[in-house]
Structures are given as C-alpha cells and as structure tokens.
C-alpha cells in the first residue's frame, strides 16, 4: 500500500493502459492530473482552446487503436470540449474526456464553474458518469477504457471532482491493462456469407473504419488477391488495402454499386456517403453486414446475413472457404468503369489555368506525399476534391473528422500525428474556412517544436455557395 492524491491515481491508470501523452487547456480543477503525469512520464500538451486539446486526443486514439486522453477544466473548459466528443462518438473513436467538476462539497451551492456536466454527454457518449470518491478512481478509469474499446470504439466522459483530485488515500496501484477481445463470427453466419459469395456474379467489398480498428488490411489483401473481389474503402479503411492495388478503386463506387449483386459491407454505417444503402445501388443487390455495432446492422437496408464480429477473423475465414473461387471478368468490368472515371479527373489535373482547380491542387499534394506522410483531411470541397486523386498506401495514414463533418480538426490532429510519429512528415489539406477555426493552435505546435504544415486551398469563400453580385461578402465569408 502507499498514499497518493487522485491527481496520481488518475496518471497511474493511463500509464497503465499504455498512454503516454494527454491534451489539455490548463486549468486549477484539475491540477493534480498534472502533477501525477510528471511523476508516471506522460507527456502534457497544452492547447489554446479545449475543442482543439480534445480533437488531438481523439487522433491520438485513432493513431494507437488505444483510448486518447484529454483533461480539461470545469464549467466552460467541459463544454469547450462537447463539440469533439460528439465528433469522436461519430467517428467511432475512444476519445476519454476527464473533465474536472466543482467539490462534492459544495455541490448544488454555486461553486466556481459548477454546472451539471454529465448529463451533456450522456447522448453524445457511450458513457458519461461522476467518480465519487477517491478511492474509485483506478476502478472507473478501468471501467471508462473497458467501455471505449469494447464492440464499437467510441468516447467516454468521466466527471473528477476537485475534491475527489486531491484527496489523498491509500492505493494498491492501477487495474491492468484493458484489452479488448475480439467477436468471433457465428459458423452458421460464415457459411451463409460462404453461399452468397460462390454464386454471385458481380459482388464487390466496402471497406470501412472497422477494417482499420480490427488491423485487417493483411487479411484484407489476401482475400481480394485470392478471389479478384473489388474493393472500395472510406472513412479510417481508406489506406488499409493500397490505393495503387489493382484490385482497390477510388472513383467508380457508384457505378459499380449500381451494377453489383452482392455488397459486402465491412464496419462502415449505410449513412450519406453510401446513399443511405438506396441510391445508385442494384434494386436486387443483396447486402452482407460485418459490424461491430449492432444498432448498424439493417439500418437503411435490410441484410440477407449481418453478424456482430471482429472484422479481421470474418475475412479470414473467408479466405479460407472460397478456395477456387474467381471473380475476373467482374472485376476486369470494374477497371473499365474506373479507367472512364479517372480518365475525367485526369482532364482537370492537366488544366493549366491560374488560379488552379480543386482537382490539380490534389494531384499536386500526391505527387509530393510519399508513404511516410500522414495526412489530415480538414475541409469541405476541398477534401471531397483530394479524397478522389489522392493515392494513400498504408493504414492510418489519413485522418478526418469522420461523418459528422466537423470543421477544425485539422491543427489538433497533426499536432497529436506530428508528437506521435516525429520522424513522419505531416500534412494538413485546409479549407479556407476550416483553418479558421483551430488555427491559432499553430502556436501550440510552435511551443511543443511540432512541424506540422498546412497547405490551404483557398477559393476566397465557401465553395458550396452562390453568392449574388455585388454582395458584400463576395469576396469571402
């Protein structure tokens, strides 16, 4: 047994879970954190502004495939921080927010940046509670990592008192290390995918965030160099099999759904990326669901086989039962719709014209990238532009804020990417807007010796919108 004030309690726990770095603003509440940090040698980043300080634990998360940390204070230093949880929870990333809270003491009394924080988070979160006494701490810090990365990843809220801080007690040390076991697939669900896959003419294999959480681009490339599956990928799946492999296609999605008789979909939800499961897809295509998410499963469309499972072990075990199996000439079909589709975006890479279109911006940040950068998507036209030219080759190399579509990720990201992985070169693609918002976290690279870089595509307003002539702001919003 030993004394230890929570503030130790609490880096004592991340220690053990294998986390070297948390995201802050700096703030009294939760002091004690920092103190515990120095001595377990986590490394403390501090930010300008606690959305930015949440944003990089989130990539942090998504960097590691462990939990992300980020500290922030009470009041408005915890609603600062709304924004990037509720990203993360869309995102499906295990972003823990620890956010300190007025003492226990003086609750309901108007204490210093007292508000009721737990409940903001409850719908944006897969947990969000209060730890009440000191010596709870470790056990609902074990707790908080448990329920982030077990089935579908995603972010936890944990409320420490200023009073619970900085209580000292005795402590048998830190539970261990959270490991999360990966669902095996049901054998009657595998055989039926088994039947499906033999007698269709013209399937194809969407590969989406799960297949990068559950580390299956190995297993990934091997059932589609096995078989001639066609695969396209979004959101983190982009990089997990190469954009360069033959069998991986960037720019014919929709017209090869629209062609397809048979869609694997693998951890990535039927939302507006995939025409909610309706649009541009076969009318009798049938639909086969590998999630980790069982509210995913026959959303927006229902599936002839949907199974909760860890990603990696259904497409080995795929390759395993399809022995034999080819689907060439499909797959020569899809070459030829992605041979029409590139030729297009290749006629606007060639345009010479001053100022240069969204399409030659992209061909020109490929052309310089290379397998060691890591890239940060913060944007709207122009992200959607660099997603269909740029070629990514490995995963985890692009980073965006996901579904949600939010706007700002970009400084936060690269500055977690850059402290992570220092001998890497790291790459933001702004929007003239989005660099905007989280900007001045340059400073926060700056102060911690992070050279990141920003390459702004800047088309002096908001693309999406028309603007009347003689509007004011025609010249930029």
């Keep these: ?65 462990n939990i992300g940390v980020a500290a922030v204070t009470a009041g408005p230093g915890v609603t600062d921080a709304v924004t990037a949880v509720a990203n993360a929870y869309q995102a499906r990333s295990p972003l823990v927010l620890l956010g300190g809270a007025a003492p226990l003491n003086r609750r309901g009394m108007g204490a210093l940046q007292e508000m009721p924080q737990v409940g903001l988070f409850r719908e944006i979160s897969k947990a969000s509670f209060t730890v009440e006494k000191t010596e709870e701490i470790s056990a609902r810090l074990h707790e908080a990592f448990t329920v982030a990365l077990t089935g579908r990843p995603g972010p936890v809220f944990v409320e420490l008192p200023f009073d619970v801080l900085f209580n000292i007690v005795d402590t048998s040390g830190p539970l261990p290390r959270v490991t999360a076991e990966p669902p095996a697939p049901e054998v009657s669900a595998v055989q039926r995918i088994f039947e499906l896959l033999r007698a269709a003419q013209r399937p194809l294999l969407l590969a989406g965030s799960q297949v990068y959480w559950d580390e299956t681009h190995q297993a990934l490339q091997a059932l589609t160099e096995q078989t001639g599956l066609p695969v396209f990928s979004n959101g983190a799946g982009r990089g997990t099999l190469p954009m360069t ?132 998507g913060d944007g709207g036209d122009i992200v959607s532009a660099c997603a269909r030219v740029i070629e990514l080759v490995r995963p985890g190399q692009w980073l965006d804020p996901g579904p949600l579509g939010c706007l700002g990720v970009g400084a936060p990201f690269a500055i977690a990417a850059q402290h992570l992985y220092p001998k890497h070169k790291v790459l933001i693609i702004n929007g003239d807007g989005s660099f905007g918002l989280n900007g001045f976290e340059f400073d926060t690279a700056v102060r911690f010796n992070l050279p990141i870089v920003s390459i702004v595509g800047n088309d002096a307003g908001w693309g999406q919108h028309k603007v009347r002539v003689g509007d004011p702001f025609q010249n930029g919003v």
Aim: hydrophobic share 50%; glycine share 6%.
């Design 245 to 376: 492999h033959p069998h991986h296609f960037m720019l014919a999605r929709s017209a090869a759904l629209r062609q397809a008789d048979l869609v694997v979909l693998v951890g990535t939800p039927l939302d507006f990326r995939l025409k909610y499961g309706q649009e541009n897809w076969h009318p009798d295509g049938r639909l086969i669901q590998i999630e980790n998410d069982p509210a995913e499963l026959h959303h927006n469309r229902p599936a002839e086989v949907a199974v909760v499972a860890n990603a990696r072990l259904v497409l080995e075990a795929l390759s395993e039962g399809l022995q034999g199996v080819r689907y060439d000439d499909w797959l020569a079909q899809v070459c030829i719709l992605e041979d029409e589709a590139r030729a297009k975006v290749a006629a606007w890479t060639a345009l010479g014209d001053v100022p240069i279109n969204h399409f030659r911006f992209a061909a020109a940040v490929n052309d310089f990238a290379d397998e060691e950068t890591i890239l940060i």
């Design 1 to 65: 047994m030993a004394l230890a004030h929570g503030g130790e309690l609490v880096a004592q726990a991340l220690a053990a879970q294998g986390v070297t770095t948390i995201y802050t603003l700096c703030g009294g509440h939760i002091a004690p954190i920092y103190d515990g940090c120095l001595n377990s040698n986590i490394a403390v980043i501090d930010f300008r502004h606690e959305q930015a300080a949440a944003h990089a634990a989130d990539a942090h998360a998504r960097l590691t495939r």
